[in-house]
């Protein structure tokens, strides 16, 4: 055993010498203070290893080590063992199996960032800012993210009880698994106005965009008065998919620039000739549920002045998870950069403030606490805004006083579909500016 450990700590020792040496200016100390850190994290590996009441391999405990070292980083970062990377590398293709949530840890609970469209989560009525603390009457707390997201998945047609807390209550909802295959474009008509949902940016995204807008253009013709780009609830996905499906309504300019601590890995993306909308206005409709990529497009439509955004303050995640391969023993996603809109601002615990603040109104019950909204700001961990104007996020929530209350028994069962209040405000904006647009021709 001590063999395994000095060869461990040498290995261990190896690494940080090659990262002192290459850091121009390292004091011996620091080297010193390094070799006696690793010591500590040998120490201790050995006596959980003897001591720990039940026996545990090396590997759990090597993968626990390195599991701790990245989730205290911030929310995003992660390790990923080799099962772990193999789903993740299936659901970046639009297929996978669960429940149909997106969720992150907060407090020790897991958080919903959002439910995916039409999945098994969505029918029963799962909401963003929703904390799941157990599963199956187990307590979530004391379980990483992986583990708690492995417990959510299981064969398809098995139950699995899911405990919700939202605001104030908490209640019980049984979910069929089932498998989630993300269509992440839908489109459909509403009289003379295009809609267009994307519902996460994986590699389907762009073409499936640009089949919807094609065929949109073919069934409304020259009456077509805009787009609605329906961006709610999006919790993001593939950097370059978002940059691709900016780039489809964008003639030029940055579209996003991306930034870490060496400065030769910056990047910046830029628009290309052609806009698959031929220069129709679009509204772009945002929530406290739209995050990462998502904002990304919301951003640079803004700054450019593509688009009117409309809808609530976005989620305010604007940091870049980097994959990075470990061979055969999975990948770390590891929190590399942050990005920035073509303005320059980063929207890191921020968000994207839309032209055009409206509320999800509802007719509701009178009774019940409000669901206040959750952002990246809120999470245990995340990372500051590192630019000099200091904002309060939580400041700008405005409780909507009769949105999102429900009696406990409305919670789980399913009603009727209520209006889209924002959707309407948009498409009377779009048919608004058409009808503007075409008295000033005449």
Do not use: W
Request: neutral net charge; hydrophobic residues 35%.
């Amino acid at each position: 055993m001590r063999d395994y450990l000095k060869t461990l700590l040498a290995i261990l020792c190896a690494f940080a010498v090659l990262t002192l040496s290459g850091t121009a200016g390292a004091k011996e100390n620091d080297r010193s203070e390094t070799y006696r850190l690793l010591e500590l994290f040998g120490d201790v590996f050995e006596r959980v290893r003897s001591d720990y009441v039940e026996e545990v391999s090396d590997e759990e405990l090597i993968e626990a080590a390195v599991r701790g070292m990245l989730t205290d980083l911030d929310p995003h970062s992660a390790f990923m063992n080799k099962k772990n990377f193999r789903d993740m590398q299936v659901q970046t293709k639009g297929e996978f199996g669960g429940l149909g949530i997106e969720v992150t840890m907060e407090g020790g609970y897991v958080k919903v960032v959002s439910p995916i469209d039409e999945t098994p989560a969505d029918r029963a009525g799962i909401k963003a800012g929703d904390l799941i603390t157990h599963l199956n009457g187990d307590h979530v707390q004391g379980l990483t993210l992986a583990q708690a997201v492995e417990r959510m998945r299981g064969p398809i047609s098995s139950d699995i009880k899911l405990t919700i807390r939202r605001a104030a209550k908490s209640f019980d909802v049984t979910i069929t698994r089932d498998k989630i295959r993300i269509r992440s474009v839908r489109s459909r008509t509403k009289g003379n106005v295009g809609y267009v949902r994307i519902t996460s940016f994986s590699q389907q995204t762009e073409s499936g965009l640009n089949k919807a807008v094609a065929k949109i253009k073919a069934e409304v013709g020259d009456k077509l008065a805009g787009f609605v780009l329906d961006l709610r609830n999006n919790p993001g996905g593939l950097l370059d998919q978002a940059v691709l499906v900016s780039d489809a309504f964008l003639e030029e300019g940055e579209i996003v620039s991306t930034r870490g601590r060496v400065q030769e890995n910056a990047q910046r993306f830029h628009a290309t000739p052609g806009d698959v909308t031929d220069g129709l206005p679009i509204v772009v409709l945002i929530n406290s549920g739209s995050a990462s990529a998502s904002e990304i497009v919301a951003g640079a439509l803004q700054d450019h002045r593509r688009a009117v955004i409309l809808g609530k303050r976005s989620f305010g995640k604007g940091s870049v998870q980097t994959i990075i391969p470990l061979g055969r023993n999975g990948a770390i996603k590891l929190t590399t950069q942050r990005y920035y809109t073509p303005s320059g601002t980063s929207i890191q615990a921020r968000g994207i403030d839309p032209d055009i603040e409206v509320a999800q109104a509802k007719i509701e019950p009178l009774g019940g606490a409000a669901l206040r909204e959750r952002h990246e700001a809120d999470l245990r961990g995340a990372l500051d805004n590192n630019q000099s104007e200091k904002s309060d996020p939580k400041a700008k929530d405005v409780e909507d006083k009769g949105a999102d209350k429900k009696t406990e028994s409305d919670r789980v069962k399913k009603k009727s579909k209520p209006v889209d209040y924002q959707l309407a405000r948009a498409v009377d904006l779009l048919r608004g500016l058409a009808l503007y647009r075409n008295r000033m021709v005449n």
